[in-house]
């Protein structure tokens, strides 16, 4: 056994109950994307409390979710809006696991001590109330409601396993990842280009999938049934769980769908997913795409053609011929052509989780959260690089606390910064925070001014 770990910093890691230094690793064995896990169970908070404990962003979170309130000086903040925002924690036991709804806290001190001294293993964050959600039963005659919720998006790559042969259920490779980096590049432009949305936010989900937070203040206030409008301008599949055909198209594209398709999905099916995924090759994989086209004469000449016969290149080659097929001669009719866009949004268009977009208050999980079966931070990721993210390589809890101890005798209390978090909460800071920040004082100053003149006019009066 080799160790990877520099412990020279008793006290910041913790050991296991028998000695062994959960930190050591077998250098030669094969399986290394397990070196970073938490050992399961018995050390997951004991890891978590040294998290919370130097590394949790605790006021970068609250400055985000304060959204300008939390300036006490401008006689335009609302001093209330942070505390009447829901959190929720799930905090494991021994024997079983605990769900604590509508937690609530007045500043970013009161959340941090919540949150170190019950450890929970998982944040959650609601929506802003019309008042304290702790105190909710006291003003339950008044009602109590929600006011104001981020737009979210919820995308998981389990809602896939229909069309993606390299893995199922939990687990992604960098074959089908992609799919996420689609959902993201397709999702982001529109909320910029079709919504005017700037203050974006995508996370990581700690395993499977990324999650989206919409922040603009007109985002924040949708009403239940413009969220529920937005999610279906985003689904485009119609055709119910068992049915074969999800995606119909009648008409020309809607502008959204005509940009993805060309700027996105059209490119990366064709250069990489027919050929990762195999597409062509077997039989029960072809004729799964065959199924989607409404013609009998093309589905049996093609499949006749493609019956026994073993080429080169044979997934991007047999997709050549459907396409030919279906756009050439007699066949050249709008609705068979249709049958090509309708076959790579079916296998490529972001699916998102249309609950979680329409409901006002929706639980998601808090950004900087530590998934704890991967032992992986919830990281922000970079929508405009977002190629480049690769869910093996972001930090894992035991991960930081090595990196804690190796540069332990760094002479800073900064912890982040000793620490590959570091550069996601400084993304987080620079990116999303600042210029986010800068829009609330904006509209905290305009909105403030219009009431002042509101009331100098009802006063002229
Ligand atoms: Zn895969």
Redesign the pocket.
Known sequence: MASIAACSSPGIVPKQEHGEDPMQIDSNAPEQRHINRVPEGLLLTDYLRIYYGKLFPYMDMFKWLSYGNADGKHPGCDSSYFGRREFSFTIKSDRDEIYLRFQSFSNASEMESAIKAKCPTKIDIGAVYTVDPAKRHAYAQSGFSPVERELIFDIDITDYDDV?Y??SGA???????PLMTIAIKVIDTALREDFGFNHILWVFSGRRGVHCWVCDSRARRLSKEQRSAIADYFNVYKGGENSLKKVTFSGPLHPSLARAYTDVLKHYFEEKWISTQKLFEHEERFHKILQLIPDESVVSELAGKWQGSRLEHVNSVRWDQLKHMLQSGSKKTQGLRRCIEEIVFSYTYPRIDIQVTKGMNHLLKAPFCVHPGTGRVCVPIDPNNCEQFDPTSVPTLAQLLEELNANASIGTDNYMEKTSLGLSVNFFRTSFLEPLFKTCKEELESAYNTKIQQSKDSLNW
């Open positions: 993606r390299c893995c687990d992604i490779c960098s074959d089908c990842w």
